[in-house]
C-alpha cells in the first residue's frame, strides 16, 4: 500500500531520477547499486498508478526515461538484475470480460529511440550481429492506436485479438469484423499461405475523433482524451453493434507468423506489399526502403515535419531490419525485437498548474468552463489554455484551481486534462465553483433535466447573439468574407445588428461606422453579405445554429424539406421519421420553429430575399460522375462556392484526395500532402484556369467596380 507520504516521497524521488538521469545511466557499480533499487521502487508505484488504479502521474516520456535508465544498468551490470524487476515482465492490461487467447509468437513491444544518436547506437548493434557493413532498414510509420493480432486460416478471419499481456490477449473476433478495413477473406492461399498471423493497430483519424468527440459533448458524455484511447475503448466495448458506429479503421504492419513456414516473405518490404495487395490497409505507400542508418533518420525526420499534416495520430517511425534472415541472429529480449527500433517524436503531454478558470458562453447559451494554465511546450506549441467541458467532467476528475494536471495536445485536437496529479497537492488548492448568473447578460443560468451543462436561455444574450452571427457568416454556413469575431462583435455593440436578418439591410455606408473600415473595406463586406443570399436552404439551415443541427443535418433536412416553411410545417413524427434523426434533435427542431422571435429573423431573411429553398440537384450536367478536390488558395472564389459550382453541374466535390478523385484543382500555396497523394494515385492535377474553363466561369473579380 502507498500512504500519501509514501507516494509525495515517490514523486520528488522520481523528479531527482530524472534530473539527473544522465549521470545515473553512465554510472559505476557501486553507484549502481545505489541506484537500482531507487529506480525499481519508483517504476513499480508507476506501474501500479498506471495499470492498477488507471491514473498514471508522470507522463509516458517520463517514464520511459526512468524505464530506460533501469534497463540500461542492468544491461551494463547484468549481475544486479533481480528476478523482481520491472524489467521482468510485460504488463498485462486482461480484464477477464472477454475469453483469452493465446497469440501465434508473442506480441512484443518496440525500443524506443528518441535522439539521432540512438539510432546510430541501434543501427550499431544490428552490423556487429549480423557482420553487414551497410544494413538496409524499412521505415514507416508508428502509429498511435491500439495493438491488434489477426488470424487468417484458409483464407478466412477467424480470430482477431488484443495485444493482452503479449502472451495472451482478448478474443475481440466479433468487434474486430464490423471494422471494414479488416478484409473477412484474403486471397493468402494464391502465395500458398495456409495460415497467417498478422499484427496491427486500430485506429481513429482525426478528423473522426473530433466529430465523435463533438457528439459526445452534445450527448453530455465525456470527451476521450485521444484517438488512441477512443480506440482502444471501442474494441472493448461488449457490443459489437455499438462498435460498429464507432468508424474504426485498422492497419496493419507486421507479418508474425505464417504456415508453411517456408512461405513467409523473405523481407518486411515484402510482406507489407503482400498485405496491402491481399486488401488490408498498410503503410505499403508510407513506408521506405533505406540503405544505411543515415538515410532511415533523414526519412524519420521527414516525416516528423509532417506530423500534423497525417489523417492518423502517429507517435513516431519504426525502422526494421528488411531482411528477414537476419531476424534469428538479432533475436528478441523479453520485451522487444532487436530487428527494430522506434523513433519518438516530441511527447505531447507535460505536466502545469491550473492558475484559474473562467466561463464562457457558447453560441447555444451553453456555459464551459475554461482553465487557465501556467504556460506550458507540448509538441512545439505553448499551451496556457484548456477546456473543462462542463461540471461533470470536472467532478469526475475532481480537478482544482492550484491543482498540478497532465495535460496532452493530441494533433490538431484541442488540449486536454488527461490527469490530476492529486499526490503533487499541498492542501491550497480551491474547489471550482460554477457562476449562478451568465457572465454575459447577468441572467440566472438553468441546467436542464439530464444535461451536463449550464445554459444560458437569454435569446438576446450580447455573448451568443455575436456568435451567432459568426457562426452565420462561417464558411459552412453563408461563407461572408469578412464577418469575423470582431466585425461581429462591433456590429452588434454599435447596434446596427440584432440578429442574422438585419445583416441584409445594412448599407454600405453604415458599415463605414465600424472601427478600421473604410470605403473599400465596407464595399467588400456589403458585396460577401449580398453574395451569400442565393446559398440555399442547408446552408441557412446550418447557419440558423439550431440546436443539435450540424451540417450533415442540415443538408439531410433541406433535401428532404426542400423549403424552411415545409420545415416548419412538418409534425414531429416526419422529422423523426427521416434518416439520421432522432428525438432530441426533432424536438430541438421543432422547438426553434415555434419561438416567435425565430420566426421573426426568418421572415426578415426572405424579405431581405435571402433564398430559404434548396434546388433540385441537377442531374446529367457536364461534370457528372466527376470527383473534385481542391487544394490551395483559388482566385476565382472560396472552394466553397467552387464546390458548389461543380454540383450544380452534377459532379461532387470532396476535401481528400483518393482514388475516387477525378482532378485535384490546384490553387496558391498549395498543401504538400493532397499534392503527393494525387501523385502517387495517379490523380491529375489541373491549374485553376483549367477549372474555370472547363465549368465554363467567368473569372470575375471580388470587387465589381
Ligand atoms: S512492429 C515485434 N510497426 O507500437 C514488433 N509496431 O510501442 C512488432 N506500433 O506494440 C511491432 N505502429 O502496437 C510495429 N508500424 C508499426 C507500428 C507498431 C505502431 C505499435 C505496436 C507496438 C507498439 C510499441
Redesign the pocket.
Known amino acids: 500500500m502507498y500512504t500519501p507520504e509514501k507516494e509525495r516521497r515517490l514523486i520528488e524521488l522520481s523528479k531527482e531520477l530524472l534530473s539527473k538521469v544522465e549521470q545515473i545511466r553512465s554510472s559505476g557499480l557501486d553507484e549502481a547499486k545505489r541506484y537500482l533499487p531507487l529506480l525499481r521502487e519508483v517504476i513499480n508505484y508507476h506501474d501500479y498508478k498506471y495499470y492498477v488504479q488507471s491514473s498514471p502521474v508522470i507522463s509516458d516520456y517520463e517514464y520511459d526515461t526512468l524505464f530506460r535508465a533501469l534497463r540500461d544498468l542492468e544491461r551494463k551490470y547484468p549481475q544486479l538484475i533481480t528476478p523482481d524487476s520491472p524489467t521482468q515482465r510485460v504488463a498485462s492490461e486482461i480484464s477477464g470480460e472477454f475469453p483469452t487467447v493465446k497469440h501465434y509468437?508473442p506480441?512484443?513491444?518496440?525500443d524506443?529511440a528518441y535522439t539521432e544518436e540512438e539510432l546510430r547506437d541501434f543501427d550499431r548493434r544490428v552490423r556487429e550481429a549480423t557482420g553487414l557493413d551497410e544494413v538496409e532498414y524499412s521505415v514507416?510509420?508508428?502509429?498511435?492506436?491500439?495493438?491488434?493480432a489477426l488470424l487468417y486460416e484458409n483464407d478466412l478471419f477467424v480470430r482477431g485479438a488484443t495485444?493482452g499481456d503479449g502472451e495472451t490477449g482478448e478474443d475481440i473476433t466479433s468487434n474486430l469484423k464490423t471494422i471494414r478495413s479488416i478484409p473477412l477473406k484474403a486471397p493468402f492461399s494464391e502465395t500458398g499461405i495456409e495460415l497467417i498471423e498478422i499484427?496491427?493497430?486500430v485506429l481513429i483519424n482525426k478528423e473522426e475523433f473530433k466529430k465523435m468527440n463533438r457528439e459526445r459533448l452534445e450527448e453530455g458524455l465525456t470527451p476521450f482524451a485521444n484517438p488512441r484511447n477512443a480506440a482502444a475503448g471501442s474494441i472493448r466495448l461488449q457490443n459489437p453493434q455499438e462498435v460498429a458506429k464507432r468508424r474504426l479503421e485498422a492497419?496493419v504492419?507486421?507479418v508474425?507468423y505464417v504456415l508453411p513456414q517456408d512461405r513467409h516473405p523473405s523481407t518486411h518490404y515484402d510482406s507489407i506489399k503482400l498485405l496491402h495487395e491481399a486488401g488490408f490497409k498498410t503503410?505499403f505507400k508510407d513506408?521506405k526502403l533505406c540503405r544505411g542508418i543515415e538515410e532511415a533518420i533523414a526519412y524519420c525526420k521527414l516525416w516528423e515535419e509532417k506530423r500534423e499534416d497525417y489523417p492518423y495520430e502517429?507517435?513516431?517511425?519504426?525502422i526494421?531490419v528488411n531482411r528477414k534472415e537476419f531476424y534469428d541472429a538479432l533475436g528478441?529480449t523479453s520485451h522487444?525485437?532487436r530487428?527494430?527500433i522506434?523513433f519518438k517524436f516530441k511527447p505531447k503531454q507535460a505536466t502545469t498548474k491550473l492558475v484559474k478558470v473562467v466561463f464562457q458562453v457558447g453560441r447555444v447559451g451553453t456555459i464551459t468552463p475554461v482553465g487557465k494554465l501556467e504556460p506550458v511546450q507540448i509538441g512545439g506549441v505553448v499551451v496556457s489554455s484548456v477546456s473543462l467541458f462542463n461540471e461533470d467532467f470536472i467532478r469526475e476528475k475532481d480537478i482544482r484551481i492550484g491543482d498540478t494536471v497532465l495535460v496532452e495536445r493530441a494533433g490538431d485536437v484541442i488540449p486536454y486534462v488527461v490527469e490530476v496529479i492529486k499526490e503533487a497537492r499541498d492542501g491550497s488548492e480551491v474547489p471550482i465553483k460554477f457562476p449562478e448568473r451568465c457572465p454575459s447578460c447577468g441572467s440566472k443560468l438553468v441546467k436542464l433535466p439530464g444535461e451536463s451543462a449550464y445554459r444560458c436561455i437569454n435569446i438576446a444574450c450580447p455573448a451568443q447573439v455575436v456568435l451567432r452571427l459568426k457562426h452565420w457568416g462561417s464558411r459552412e454556413a453563408m461563407d461572408i468574407r469578412g464577418l469575423g469575431d470582431s466585425t461581429a462583435k462591433a456590429l452588434y455593440s454599435k447596434g446596427l445588428v440584432k440578429d442574422v436578418g438585419d445583416l441584409y439591410y445594412l448599407k454600405p455606408t453604415d458599415l463605414l461606422a465600424l472601427p478600421n473600415f473604410a470605403h473599400k473595406s465596407a464595399q467588400n463586406l456589403y458585396n460577401a453579405i449580398q453574395d451569400s443570399k442565393g446559398r440555399g436552404l442547408h446552408r441557412v439551415l446550418y447557419g440558423l445554429g439550431i440546436r443539435y443541427v450540424g451540417l450533415t443535418t442540415a443538408k439531410k433536412l433541406a433535401s428532404v424539406f426542400r423549403d424552411i416553411w415545409e420545415l416548419k410545417r412538418a409534425p414531429l413524427e416526419r422529422l423523426i421519421g427521416v434518416e439520421g434523426i432522432g428525438e432530441i434533435v426533432a424536438h430541438s427542431i421543432k422547438e426553434f420553429f415555434e419561438r416567435e422571435e425565430n420566426l421573426a429573423v426568418i421572415k426578415k431573411l426572405q424579405e431581405a430575399g435571402v433564398k430559404l429553398k434548396e434546388e433540385e440537384p441537377s442531374k446529367g450536367g457536364i461534370l457528372e460522375g466527376k470527383v473534385f478536390v481542391f487544394t490551395g488558395t483559388l482566385e476565382c472564389c472560396s472552394r466553397e462556392r467552387a464546390g458548389q459550382i461543380v454540383e450544380s453541374l452534377g459532379g461532387t466535390f470532396s476535401n481528400s484526395v483518393s482514388s475516387k478523385t477525378t482532378y485535384l484543382v490546384v490553387g496558391k500555396d498549395p498543401g504538400r500532402t493532397k499534392l503527393q497523394k494525387a501523385q502517387r494515385l495517379g490523380v491529375k492535377t489541373i491549374s485553376e484556369e483549367e477549372f474555370i474553363k472547363m465549368v465554363g466561369l467567368q473569372k470575375q473579380s471580388l470587387f465589381p467596380e
Open positions: 509468437t506480441m512484443l513491444s518496440l524506443n514507416e510509420p508508428k502509429y498511435d492506436g491500439a495493438g491488434i495485444r499484427r496491427g493497430e492497419v504492419y507486421q508474425s503503410p513506408m502517429i507517435d513516431g517511425m519504426v526494421k528478441f522487444h525485437p530487428w527494430a522506434a
